[in-house]
């Protein structure tokens, strides 16, 4: 069954150091996402992205983060200055749009982000 | 009011019983409704979608209450593997999906 991948699984970080996390979706999914899950509290949606650009954004995804899809195959999380409270689960997921509104999302198993 | 709420927990309950959550959410346009499972510490995984007639997959059931934005999940029959976080999640057109905080249960032998 195909699955969406992410590197690295652990990055450990100093406080104002820049960080990519690597998501690699699903071959023929259009759209991609990030969440984050901060130690202990719930799952927060934080970007879409489809067709090259961003869709849609929470107010969380501030100007410290950005999206990219360098490639054919890779979608990438940038944090420019983390913060303490950067410290996280971050997944990535990725659809199909069937148009429906209902396309499952699958999600990766996740980057943890631990900033000192 | 939190967009979506669900049952605090933590729900313990012995092998074979029968166990049901609750989830209400705000926002009358939300348009999608899900649930996800979560084993500590790992990726969301969907359990299944919520239609507006119900529906049922095996020991789960799923049932949308629009007009009172309220939506269900019975587990029938509990195994020790259903031990886990149960996500409710909404989307409201777009692609946003908004989770509540989880519901934990506990299956115990």
């Known amino acids: 069954e195909p699955e969406v991948t992410q590197t690295p699984s652990h990055q450990v970080t100093q406080m104002g150091q820049e960080v990519i996390l690597r998501c690699v979706p699903i071959?023929?999914?259009?759209?991609f996402y990030w969440y984050r899950q901060i130690l202990g509290q719930k799952v927060e949606f934080l970007v879409s992205?489809?067709?090259?650009?961003?869709?849609?954004k929470s107010e969380i995804f501030d100007d410290q983060f950005s999206v990219e899809r360098p490639d054919g195959s890779n979608f990438t999380l940038k944090i420019r200055s983390t913060k303490l409270e950067d410290s996280a689960m971050y997944f990535c997921?990725?659809?199909?749009?069937?148009?429906?509104?209902?396309?499952?999302?699958?999600f990766g198993p996740g980057t943890r982000l631990l900033v000192l | 009011r939190k967009e979506v709420e669900q049952d605090p927990g933590p729900f313990n309950v012995p092998e074979g019983a029968t166990v049901a959550f609750n989830c209400t959410y705000s926002?009358?346009?939300?348009?999608?409704f899900f649930w996800y499972r979560q084993d500590c510490r790992k990726e969301p995984k969907l359990l299944m979608s919520?239609?507006?007639s119900g529906n049922e997959d095996g020991r789960f059931t799923a049932q949308l209450n629009r007009a009172s934005q309220y939506i269900s999940l019975l587990i029938r029959d509990s195994k020790l593997s259903d031990s886990a976080t149960y996500l409710c999640?909404?989307?409201?057109?777009?692609?946003?999906?908004?989770f509540g905080a989880g519901t934990r249960l506990f299956v115990k032998a």
């Open positions: 919520v239609y507006s």
């Open positions: 071959s023929n999914h259009l759209y």
């Open positions: 999640a909404v989307r409201t057109g777009g692609f946003k999906t908004i």
């Open positions: 997921a990725s659809s199909y749009d069937l148009g429906t509104g209902r396309e499952t999302q699958y």
């Open positions: 992205f489809y067709n090259n650009e961003i869709s849609e």
């Open positions: 926002n009358s346009a939300s348009q999608s």
